[in-house]
């Protein structure tokens, strides 16, 4: 999230996808990258927007498993904090993924 004073000196915060939205495309400069069209663009912020929404999911399911703890078993492997962890894990790698997708990066 960023923050920003608005005039009235209240803080207004912001998630990093309106403040994307709101960004004037340039001129790629970084090694590797190139300008994208408006559809990549658009499409990159689809899924964006959908990782966002994932990410407010997995919030809500790992608090679920925190407040709903296993009675013991004796079987360390049924850690529901953990799989849910993992899950987060790879949940933001498969969006990172799709996103080199689109943008298609000319380097490793």
Known sequence: MYEKKAEDGKLEVRS??????QATPVKASIKGYRQLSD?????I?????????????????????????????GVTRLN??????????DLQVGFMKLVRAIARPTTY
């Open 39 to 43: 559809a990549e663009q658009a499409l």
């Open 16 to 21: 990093h996808y309106a403040i994307m939205e």
């Open 80 to 89: 529901p904090a953990r799989w849910a962890a993992l899950a987060d894990t």
């Open 45 to 73: 912020n689809r899924v964006k927007a959908t990782a966002e929404e994932v990410a407010h999911l997995v919030t809500d399911v790992r608090d679920f498993v925190e407040s709903n703890p296993l009675e013991h078993d």
